[in-house]
């Protein structure tokens, strides 16, 4: 474990903020604390990046896709369509920060663009390159080199509240990014009515995320970074990575002792475990009908701007 200060301000001067507990792969309690000096809500102390591994799900010896075509036709297609807003149907050079096992970039190929990827995981980097065939590097974006200004799109869905260093990763895509280039940022919003409602449960999926941002905290950051956002988009429900649904089990696990072990640990040699895909297929299907459960509270959230997902579009000062 590291002691680490405020990302945004670099400060050390932080007050208690929640006790949360992580669930799966492995059980653990973490604490957040917020900064006095800024207000960014943060994990402190974490696991270094070597104990961090222990608490990312490892498929082994699976050789299907890491995602079930739920989330290839719903969630890469509607970050495409979201897109298509802001980029006026032009193509160019795209990045994109934590590509996971690369579908998104598979489809924005697709759809003209010229596209390279950075992947912390090895495993999932290595299927990007492999079997859909793309220019992902394993790594992190600060151990890269990319040209200055070579950038029209960067984003980074689902992965700034991953790094250990969000402020210094803006920063570099600030340098590689175009001037007139567009940052796209999907996170989590740690100031929605799902947490107001869920308080301790909601879920904020330690230690995997070690930043918990608030429209404020990302718009300093951003700034620090010498970018301007210019629109926040909130959004709630149908398969989002975090929300009314994903919070709901977390209180489910908490309240029965629930460890959610990865397929990994499921099964024995009379019984086998299920693949991976009949796996994720499951937990997809079931967040479904959750997510239609709550969908009018997750209309609602998003209506007065306290959705549990945001989306921001920023532009170089």
Same mark, same amino acid.
């Given at each position: 474990?590291? *002691?680490?200060?405020?990302?945004?301000? *670099?400060?050390?001067?932080?007050?208690?903020?929640?006790? &949360?507990?992580?669930?799966?792969?492995?059980?653990?309690?973490? #604490? %957040?604390?917020?900064?006095?000096?800024?207000?960014? +809500?943060? %994990?402190?102390?974490?696991?270094? !990046?070597?104990?961090?591994? $222990?608490?990312?799900?490892?498929?082994?010896?699976?050789?299907?896709?890491?995602?079930? *075509?739920?989330? +290839?036709?719903?969630?890469?297609?509607?970050?495409?369509?979201?897109?298509?807003?802001?980029?006026?149907?032009?193509?160019?050079?795209?990045?994109?920060?934590?590509?996971?096992?690369? =579908?998104?970039?598979?489809?924005?190929?697709?759809?003209?663009?010229?596209?390279?990827?950075?992947?912390?995981?090895? #495993?999932?980097? $290595?299927?990007?390159? $492999?079997?859909?065939?793309?220019?992902?590097?394993?790594?992190?974006?600060?151990? #890269?080199?990319? @040209?200055?200004?070579?950038?029209?799109?960067?984003? %980074?869905?689902?992965?700034?509240?991953?790094?250990?260093?969000?402020? $210094?990763?803006?920063? =570099?895509?600030?340098?590689?990014?175009?001037?007139?280039?567009?940052?796209?940022?999907?996170?989590?919003?740690?100031?929605?009515?799902?947490?107001?409602?869920?308080?301790?449960?909601?879920?904020?999926?330690?230690?995997?995320?070690?930043?918990?941002?608030?429209?404020?905290?990302? !718009?300093? &950051?951003?700034?620090?970074?010498?970018? !301007?956002?210019?629109?926040?988009?909130?959004?709630?429900?149908?398969? =989002?990575?975090?929300?009314?649904?994903?919070?709901?089990?977390?209180?489910? @696990?908490?309240?029965?002792?629930?460890?959610?072990?990865?397929?990994?640990?499921?099964?024995?040699? @009379?019984?086998?475990?299920?693949?991976?895909?009949?796996?994720?297929?499951? /937990?997809?299907?079931?967040?479904?009908?959750?997510?239609?459960?709550?969908?009018?509270?997750?209309?609602?959230?998003?209506?007065?701007? /306290?959705?549990?997902?945001?989306?921001?579009?920023?532009? !170089?000062?």
């Amino acid at each position: 474990m590291e *002691d680490a200060p405020c990302n945004i301000c *670099d400060s050390k001067d932080t007050s208690f903020f929640r006790k &949360v507990g992580c669930f799966s792969p492995k059980r653990g309690d973490f #604490t %957040l604390v917020k900064c006095n000096t800024c207000g960014l +809500i943060y %994990l402190n102390p974490r696991p270094d !990046k070597d104990e961090m591994n $222990e608490f990312y799900p490892f498929w082994p010896g699976e050789k299907v896709s890491f995602h079930p *075509d739920i989330n +290839i036709y719903t969630r890469q297609r509607k970050k495409l369509n979201l897109l298509k807003k802001y980029i006026n149907n032009k193509t160019g050079e795209v990045l994109d920060v934590g590509t996971g096992s690369g =579908e998104f970039l598979e489809l924005m190929k697709d759809n003209g663009w010229r596209v390279s990827g950075v992947e912390y995981a090895k #495993t999932t980097s $290595e299927y990007a390159r $492999e079997n859909l065939h793309l220019n992902v590097k394993t790594g992190d974006l600060l151990e #890269t080199n990319f @040209q200055s200004c070579y950038f029209d799109l960067v984003t %980074l869905w689902d992965s700034l509240e991953h790094l250990y260093s969000p402020k $210094e990763t803006l920063i =570099e895509i600030n340098r590689i990014l175009k001037d007139d280039g567009l940052l796209v940022i999907s996170t989590p919003n740690i100031d929605n009515l799902a947490a107001m409602m869920f308080k301790n449960f909601w879920y904020t999926n330690v230690p995997r995320h070690l930043y918990q941002f608030s429209p404020k905290t990302i !718009k300093l &950051v951003l700034k620090k970074a010498n970018f !301007k956002a210019f629109r926040i988009i909130y959004t709630a429900g149908f398969c =989002e990575p975090v929300g009314f649904a994903v919070t709901f089990k977390t209180l489910v @696990q908490s309240k029965f002792k629930i460890n959610s072990k990865g397929p990994a640990h499921m099964g024995s040699n @009379q019984n086998p475990r299920p693949s991976l895909k009949t796996i994720l297929l499951f /937990k997809e299907s079931l967040r479904l009908v959750l997510e239609l459960i709550f969908l009018p509270i997750s209309i609602l959230s998003v209506l007065i701007k /306290k959705g549990p997902n945001m989306i921001i579009f920023a532009k !170089k000062c």
